[in-house]
């Protein structure tokens, strides 16, 4: 059973800066991929950036590429969303999400991931 618990989130100005992070339980945290995803009002849950459990690659989605930085400290189980340049249309619920397999095809998918956290919202005013 693992347990993952989101915090970081706010509200924020366009062009402003919020990080999130990830909390999670489970002795072999370092091999799972974990990964961001969030929902806005209205709208599906999409994939926002995944991390590798083995080599710690990183894939990001085509909308936040170049503003936000996904990052995992192994030492905390702990994994980061760092969010740059925020813009209104990112407001969403973001979640995290473990996928204790942590590598192979299939990582922007929420199936992917049998692990979920609550959720933290993200408000960006214009």
């Known amino acids: 059973q693992v347990q993952l618990v989101e915090s970081g989130g706010g509200l924020v100005q366009a062009g402003g800066s919020l990080r999130l992070s990830c909390a999670a339980s489970?002795?072999?945290?370092?091999?799972?991929?974990m990964a961001w995803f969030r929902q806005g009002p209205g709208k599906e849950r999409e994939f926002v950036s995944a991390?590798?459990?083995?080599?710690?690659?990183?894939i990001y989605a085509d909308s936040v590429k170049g503003r936000f930085t996904i990052s995992r400290d192994n030492a905390k189980n702990t994994v980061y969303l760092q969010m740059n340049n925020l813009k209104p249309e990112d407001t969403a619920t973001y979640y995290c999400a473990a996928d204790l397999v942590g590598y192979g095809l299939g990582a922007a998918f929420p199936s992917r991931y049998g692990y979920w956290g609550q959720g933290t919202q993200v408000t960006v005013s214009s």
């Open positions: 991390i590798n459990g083995r080599t710690g690659s990183t």
């Open positions: 489970g002795r072999t945290f370092s091999s799972y991929r």
